[in-house]
């Protein structure tokens, strides 16, 4: 669908909050996976708005965060109408912290139901031929990689190009934009050779042993195309990023053991073998705890399917969220009109 307008949220200040409100004039206002903001919060109900929490979210270490100021955060919630929570523990730490379970519908995570789209999988063959992906030499996607990840992957990249001779190929997604020339520095400083998405295409595009994704919007059309994927954000405790996306391109998926971000989907996913997820080690280990992943996934197809194949299971099995949110709304919907 469209929308009629795209705006920056408005900084959590009064001026700022009323004045975005008195602009759009919101009688529904859905927040996506518990963004709480205060002054948000009350101007909004101020203003007879209808609030709810969607595909709802509440990781134990924010909880810990909020119990210190229960208090407020339970005043900053009672003006929610409606949170609707992707499993039971979500559901139960936002109870505690003063939503009225009456309120509270767990509804699943509504990501459980992403689909690929024309658009992508055109952008997915346009990308196939520009990097020349699937002629013989496997490719290994590091996906939403925060620092010093890229230099722990590269490290465990090497080790297998080395003893490879079909030599693989990966292909690095950074998550933060800002340190796209960063990380084609450390690639370089690497010794490998590397192409960049913003870059002409050139013969280069076909043979580098590195592809930077340096774009915004691209990395789900390029999970069709891996032999596996890291996802990152999880080699530190930053708390993992979604491995969702290449699950349901049935991609053999490879996280670290910081994943409290994604607690229950992690849970599902290793219940169901369906992910392989690294111990928690000690930094001067955790180069080849990569490097043992990404050999069996490369040098084993039939375990690379069988968890693949569970991945796409695993998303079908979750399927339903959005159905379920769009029933739980049409009340706070209702009551709006």
């Known amino acids: 669908g469209k929308a009629d307008a795209v705006f920056y949220f408005p900084f959590d200040f009064k001026f700022s909050v009323r004045s ?3 602009n759009f004039k919101p009688s529904v206002v859905l927040l996506m996976e518990t963004e709480i903001w205060p002054r948000f919060f ?5 203003t007879g708005a209808k609030i709810a929490i969607v595909n709802g979210r509440l990781s134990a270490k924010s909880f810990r965060r ?3 100021i229960k208090s407020f955060i339970g005043k900053v919630l009672s003006y929610v109408d409606l949170a609707l929570m992707q499993d039971e523990n979500d559901a139960r730490r936002i109870d505690s912290l003063g939503i009225p379970y009456a309120q509270i519908r767990v509804t699943g995570n509504i990501k459980f139901d992403l689909k690929i789209d024309e658009s992508e999988t055109s952008l997915t063959e346009e990308l196939r031929m ?8 496997p490719l290994i996607i590091a996906a939403s990689t925060h620092s010093p990840e890229e230099d722990w992957i590269l490290q465990a990249f090497r080790e297998l190009f080395d003893s490879c001779e079909n030599k693989p190929r990966l292909l690095i997604a950074p998550r933060h934009p800002q ?7 450390i690639v370089k400083s690497a010794g490998f050779s590397i192409v960049r998405r913003s870059e002409t295409e050139s013969e280069n595009s076909k043979t580098a042993n590195v592809i930077l994704l340096d774009s915004i919007g691209e990395l789900r059309a390029v999970y069709p195309l ?18 969702l996306e290449p699950a349901a391109a049935g991609k053999a998926v490879v996280t670290g ?25 000690p930094d001067g280990q955790i180069v080849e705890e990569i490097y043992k992943s990404f050999e069996i996934l490369i040098h084993d197809p039939v375990e690379r399917d069988v968890i693949g194949g569970n991945a796409a299971k695993v998303m079908i099995w979750n399927r339903g969220a959005t159905a379920r949110t769009l029933e739980a709304l049409r009340p706070v919907i209702g009551s709006s009109e």
């Not at 340190?179 to 520095?185: C, P, Q």
């Open 66 to 68: 909020y119990l210190r």
């Open 130 to 137: 520009r990097f020349a992906i699937g002629t013989g030499r």
């Open 257 to 281: 053991a910081y994943t409290h971000n994604f607690d229950a989907v992690v849970r599902a996913f290793l219940a169901n073998k369906a992910l392989i997820q690294l111990p928690s080690t």
């Open 226 to 243: 891996a032999t596996m994927v890291f996802v990152g954000g999880s080699l530190i405790p930053h708390g993992g990023q979604s491995v």
């Open 42 to 46: 009350r101007e909004a109900h101020l």
């Open 20 to 22: 975005a409100l008195a």
């Open 179 to 185: 340190r796209f020339d960063e990380v084609a520095e």
